[in-house]
């Protein structure tokens, strides 16, 4: 099975920080994403990666930015962390295709900014 | 402005019950309809999909009822049990745009009560 790690169940930062999320995936995908999860409006696309050094933003970009450095590794960059990116936050991996859409999901990060 | 609209966002059944989770969309390019199932402190998984050349799908005591006319597609969990319990989703994509990617509804939190 497809397992994604995200490095930290929960994560307590202040605002005005610079936090990093990690994710990685251990079955080759080509494709990553993070998505953001709050109550009442589902999941969120945040940015997502075709391939290493390979970016696209998401529906909700503000205040983020990512690395995509090697294949298997992910990553989310909160610059100065502000109390309404308290949330939870899901990465997920899916193999390349044009019919291929399904996601795997890590466990998520819970994120409160204080 | 959310593109897929679900609906109810909370639902306690009896077990046996069958809990029924409606998810409405605007775009008429999205062509894959997905559904995912999310327990507490766990990424979501894909739970059931469907395409739009049919109007119903089944897999177990799951089932996607699709109206392509109405533009709107609702999931069914025949003979709930309280292991049923947990958070769906419903998604969309479109195979073909770029990055096919999934645009999710808010969730719904079914409880099945014993």
């Known amino acids: 099975d497809v397992k994604v790690t995200q490095s930290s169940r929960y994560l307590v930062k202040r605002t005005g920080e610079k936090v990093f999320l990690e994710c990685v995936q251990d079955?080759?995908?080509?494709?990553m994403f993070w998505y953001r999860q709050d109550p009442g409006l589902g999941l969120r696309l945040i940015y997502f990666?075709?391939?290493?050094?390979?970016?696209e933003k998401g529906d909700i970009p503000e205040g983020y930015s990512v690395s995509r450095e090697k294949k298997e590794r992910f990553s989310l960059i909160l610059e100065s962390a502000s109390t309404n990116q308290t949330s939870m936050y899901l990465c997920?991996?899916?193999?390349?295709?044009?019919?291929?859409?399904?996601?795997?999901f890590g466990s998520g990060t819970q994120l409160s900014v204080l | 402005q959310q593109q897929v609209k679900q609906s109810p966002q909370s639902l306690i059944v009896q077990k046996g019950g069958i809990p029924i989770i409606n998810c409405a969309y605007e775009?008429?390019?999205?062509?894959?309809f997905p559904w995912y199932q999310q327990f507490p402190g766990k990424g979501p998984a894909l739970l059931i999909a469907?395409?739009?050349?049919?109007s119903e799908k089944k897999e177990g005591r799951f089932t996607i009822s699709f109206n392509k006319s109405a533009k709107q597609f609702s999931l069914h969990i025949m003979d709930s049990q309280p292991g049923d319990s947990a958070t769906y989703f419903c998604?969309?994509?479109?195979?073909?745009?770029?990055?096919?990617?999934?645009?999710f509804g808010g969730g719904t939190r079914v409880l099945v009560k014993p």
């Open positions: 997920a991996s899916r193999r390349q295709g044009l019919l291929v859409v399904k996601l795997f």
């Open positions: 079955m080759d995908h080509e494709n």
């Open positions: 990666s075709y391939d290493v050094k390979m970016k």
């Open positions: 775009n008429t390019a999205f062509d894959y």
């Open positions: 469907i395409r739009p050349d049919v």
């Open positions: 998604a969309a994509s479109q195979d073909k745009a770029a990055g096919n990617k999934l645009t």
